[in-house]
């Protein structure tokens, strides 16, 4: 059970109709808004915007406080253009609905707020202060007609330059050989070997092309050093991780596997001890059938084919 007590206000009070308080389709910002204006003196020209934050009302409660007061017509704006091509808009707010048409009259005799009006000092234009003297053409060009054998420059003359003495022949040398191989000193044997290194294994697919030159040169040491490309092919194979692990860096382990380059083989076609193969790749033999790259295979006697080469050989009964 509720108890109500009433005590009349002696002064600074506002009567408002029951059925503005228990709108059914206002929320609680939106009578709070409207009260708010009702309540502000007659002379007051505040805009909802400025009764909004007063009341501590958000913008997109404000918003939708605003759309509910217009939608049931307490609230009413328009824009009308005022003396000097200045725009402005008015709102009237009202304690019972209105419609369009009865606000259009009211707002009909309502002044329009100018710069003429009492405007505070911020929003009222300065007074023009005209230019000095007459109004004159604006000049054809930019530069002044002078006596063209006046001298005008503000720069002192600068004397002329003196002849620079002829530069005296040198004694011709001999030309240095290049100790690097040029790009087109290395044989196409290693750029091709070089070019079919993606094709050897799978961590080599990412070799940067930068790298391709550079390669070839180490290539090139390795044949000018006696080595075959299937030597080659080997050691690059033997060199790579089998554990699994990725290569983030094909050019780099490729010039750190080819910078130093081993003694070349014996004439007997075995290699010394530090060159020899792994004993994984020992067994091995490469195909000499046509292959898109080198194929690796364990003989079982003498054959020089693998066992698809082989396959394919065979003839027909």
Known sequence: MIYRHHIAPPRAFTQFSHDLIRHPRLSSDAVRLLTWQLS???????????????????????????RQLKEEGFVHERRVQGPGGHWVTQQLVSNVPLSDAEAAK????????????????????????????????????????KDPGEDTSHRPAEPEPEPEPEPKPEPESEPQPDATPHAAE??????ALVA?????????????????????????HWLAAGHTPTDIRTHILRGLPDDGTPVHRPGGLL????????????????????????????????????HVQATLFRPVAEETLCRACSRHRLPCP
Do not use: N, W
């Not at 193969?277 to 091995?284: I, K, V």
């Open 106 to 145: 009211i707002l009909a005799r309502m002044p329009v707020y100018t710069s003429s009006t009492a405007a505070p000092p911020q929003v009222a234009p300065s007074p023009r202060i005209p230019a000095a003297g007459a109004p004159a053409p604006r000049p054809t060009d930019g530069h002044p007609r």
């Open 40 to 66: 502000l003196p007659d002379g007051a020209r505040e805009p909802l915007s400025r009764t909004a934050e007063r009341a501590r009302i958000g913008a997109c409660a404000f918003t939708r406080a605003k």
């Open 186 to 191: 290395v044989p196409e044997a290693a750029r």
């Open 196 to 220: 079919a290194l993606p094709r050897l294994s799978p961590d080599l697919r990412r070799i940067p092309r930068g790298m391709y030159d550079e390669l070839a040169r180490h290539v090139s």
């Open 255 to 290: 010039r750190y596997l080819l910078r130093d380059v081993p003694p070349s083989p014996t004439p007997s076609g075995t290699a010394p001890a530090a060159a020899r193969p792994s004993s994984r790749l020992a067994a091995l033999r490469e195909c000499e059938g046509d």
